[in-house]
């Protein structure tokens, strides 16, 4: 879920993390039109409907047990990997 800017309150599937740049892709949210250059002939100028990428502070998980946006926090799972669960109820995010 969105929680600031002008997608605030909106939400969708996370399609993509770019953990190096630390945003997300969100699934309908932040579309920008991108203007496409005929290139060719190959492939015809327009306009193309794009998700934008999102800092990640802007963006909340939505905790499917608890119904609304939550924090994260992590929870080390047996040594090496760590898990993001939900602040609340500890339901995990990663399946
Ligand atoms: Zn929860």
Partial sequence: MVTTGKEK???GRILKVLPEKEKVI???INLIKRHMR???????GG???????FH???VMLLCEKCNKPVRIR???MGGRKKA?????CGESFDK
């Fill in 26 to 28: 969100v699934e309908k």
């Fill in 74 to 76: 992590h929870r080390a």
């Fill in 38 to 44: 005929p290139h060719g002939q190959q492939r015809r």
């Fill in 56 to 58: 990640i502070s802007n």
């Fill in 84 to 88: 993001r669960v939900c602040y609340k």
């Fill in 9 to 11: 309150g909106k939400s």
């Fill in 47 to 53: 306009i193309v409907e794009k998700e934008a990428p």
